[in-house]
């Protein structure tokens, strides 16, 4: 099934109190399925959060849509080529509300590392879902120049 993606980067609100950030933004379109998705990347500025970045998968599905809802999204993973074997993102997935799912990566150094060298250098996302239906699908996301341009101006804001 073919889609598009347009990545760029948009100054987002973090929060009460908290000045804004930059934000890699992700909009997916699968026409066939009359599915989007929105992929949100940020550093995450909350101490609270063992995480050095968050992100955030929401689904966009029509209401007849033929397998139900996402009722799962595990992770995400980095791929060098669209049929190479990803590589995950080291982190924690929590499904937040119906077709929302929250990833947070991990804070410890060695971990951070290599998913921040994973996100600058890997050109392909692989995100993994589980339909309410049990069906399962995979959706592999390219960066191209305008994603590869986004990440690139996202990590140099975030000193990365």
Same mark, same amino acid.
């Given at each position: 099934?073919q889609g598009s993606v347009v990545w760029r980067t948009q100054t987002v609100s973090?929060?009460?109190?908290?000045?804004?950030?930059?934000?890699? &933004?992700?909009? !997916? *379109?699968?026409?066939? /399925?009359?599915?989007?998705?929105?992929?949100?990347?940020? $550093?995450?500025?909350?101490?609270?959060?063992?995480?050095?970045?968050?992100?955030?998968?929401l689904y966009a599905l029509p209401r007849d849509f033929q397998f139900g809802g996402?009722?799962?999204?595990?992770?995400? &993973?980095?791929? !060098? *080529?669209?049929?190479? /074997?990803?590589?995950?993102?080291?982190?924690?997935?929590? $499904?937040?509300?119906?077709?929302?799912?929250?990833?947070?990566?991990?804070?410890?150094?060695?971990?951070?590392?290599?998913?921040?060298?994973?996100?600058?250098?890997?050109?392909?996302?692989?995100?993994?879902?589980?339909?309410? *239906?049990?069906?399962?699908?995979?959706?592999?996301?390219?960066?191209?120049?305008?994603?590869?341009?986004?990440?690139?101006?996202?990590?140099?804001?975030?000193?990365?």
């Open positions: 099934m973090v929060g009460p109190g908290q000045p804004p950030d930059l934000a890699l &933004l992700g909009e !997916v *379109s699968i026409p066939e /399925r009359r599915m989007t998705v929105t992929i949100t990347i940020r $550093r995450n500025l909350d101490q609270t959060l063992p995480a050095s970045h968050t992100i955030e998968v996402v009722a799962e999204v595990p992770g995400v &993973l980095m791929k !060098v *080529s669209e049929q190479a /074997r990803g590589v995950p993102l080291v982190g924690q997935a929590v $499904r937040v509300t119906n077709g929302f799912f929250f990833i947070g990566l991990s804070g410890f150094d060695m971990d951070r590392n290599t998913n921040i060298q994973a996100l600058k250098t890997r050109p392909f996302f692989d995100i993994p879902m589980r339909y309410d *239906s049990g069906r399962r699908a995979i959706l592999t996301v390219e960066k191209g120049p305008a994603g590869d341009r986004a990440f690139e101006e996202a990590m140099q804001a975030w000193g990365q």
